[in-house]
């Protein structure tokens, strides 16, 4: 008996230390940067919870990850799903159709002045898709560095494209391993439609997501999800080339983001910060240690509705949530469009909407 529990003892030490081994000593794809965010706003004052959100209409798209909804001609709804289609619908979901589908992962979709759908994908870079259903690829680099993460766009008056690469160095199926690193991978990009160059206008971002113009096309907003931010670039006026933070210290990751012409900018929250990653912040080595860990055993975010509308000045004006368990969640995108906002979703299967609050 003794020399059989002498082997399983010897057992378990060799076990500990393979596990030991294992976390401290194998390789992980990820430097993590220390860093010390602001502690988290409390949900109340402006963030209070409600219920604003409990109640939204549910519009069902045939798939999986309907990540944001873009208005063209004649009232039509666009959005991308994961498996690669591009759908457009009327208002109510019905009419629904695949009016192409990229082979890989269109992430934001927009429609230009000649009615081509310009496209964020994630996989493949900027696209253009025209009213046939050609696509061709616009752009899959800057300044040498290639697209790993194509996002969001914003298109101006002048055929200018406004883009976002989250990150240069993690694909999207990658984003675990960009959050905890926390390296500053994003850029905020213009390609420019005439000449077919694409310029770096911002680096350094932290996860560059969505990206939005203002109604007079004179700043550009772009969201930097694991900074809690919203940075602003003048693009007129005598700020023009400057930068400025327009939002910080959010209460939830910051995703997509569109302005309207009433003066509110719609952010959408994919969920609320999360406590466990926020203190590991200052503590990259056991970042690292988190990154060993099975997925079921990392922090994560909670379901929870989440979307603020604030105006130029970056003050909040509207609050909507939902708390409950069976919420519309994580909220990727929020259209305004005749008296609705539209919600995009990562991972639900429908879109949702609801009347514009007053």
Not at 7 to 17: N, P, S
């Amino acid at each position: 008996m003794k020399h059989v529990r002498g082997r399983l003892g010897f057992l378990a030490l060799c076990l500990f230390t393979l596990l030991l081994l294992y976390l401290v000593a194998w390789p992980v794809p990820i430097d993590p940067v220390a860093w010390q965010p602001e502690p988290a706003p409390p949900l109340t004052g402006s963030y209070a919870p409600n219920s604003a959100l409990a109640s939204v209409e549910r519009i069902p798209v045939g798939g999986v990850g309907p990540e944001h909804v873009s208005v063209g001609p004649e009232g039509w709804l666009y959005t991308g799903l994961e498996d690669g289609r591009v759908i457009r619908m009327q208002a109510d979901g019905s009419q629904l159709m695949v009016v192409a589908n990229t082979g890989g992962r269109p992430q934001s979709v927009e429609i230009d002045r000649a009615g081509n759908l310009i496209v964020a994908d994630t996989q493949r870079g900027l696209l253009s898709i025209d009213p046939r259903g050609a696509l061709r690829v616009l752009t899959t680099e800057a300044d040498g560095v290639p697209f790993r993460f194509t996002n969001d766009v914003a298109i101006a008056s002048d055929g200018t494209i406004y883009f976002t690469d989250s990150s240069h160095k993690f694909e999207q199926s990658q984003v675990p391993e960009e959050v905890i690193e926390h390296g500053a991978h994003g850029r905020l990009l213009a390609y420019d439609s005439t000449t077919g160059a694409t310029r770096v206008l911002i680096e350094g971002l932290r996860m560059a997501n969505g990206v939005a113009l203002s109604p007079d096309e004179s700043f550009l907003l772009v969201n930097e999800t694991t900074a809690y931010r919203t940075r602003r670039l003048w693009l007129k006026t005598k700020r023009a080339g400057e930068e400025e933070t327009f939002l910080e210290n959010l209460p939830g990751l910051p995703d997509n983001i569109r302005c309207t012409s009433r003066g509110i900018c719609w952010v959408a929250l994919f969920a609320p910060r999360i406590p466990a990653l926020d203190a590991l912040a200052p503590y990259p080595f056991l970042r690292k240690l988190m990154l060993r860990f099975p997925s079921a055993l990392r922090p994560k975010a909670q379901p929870y509705a989440l979307v603020l509308g604030v105006d130029f000045d970056g003050n909040v004006v509207a609050n909507l949530q939902d708390p409950s368990p069976g919420c519309f969640a994580p909220i990727t995108g929020v259209t305004e469009h005749d008296g609705f906002l539209y919600l995009g979703s990562l991972h639900q299967r429908e879109i949702a909407r609801l009347p514009v609050p007053r």
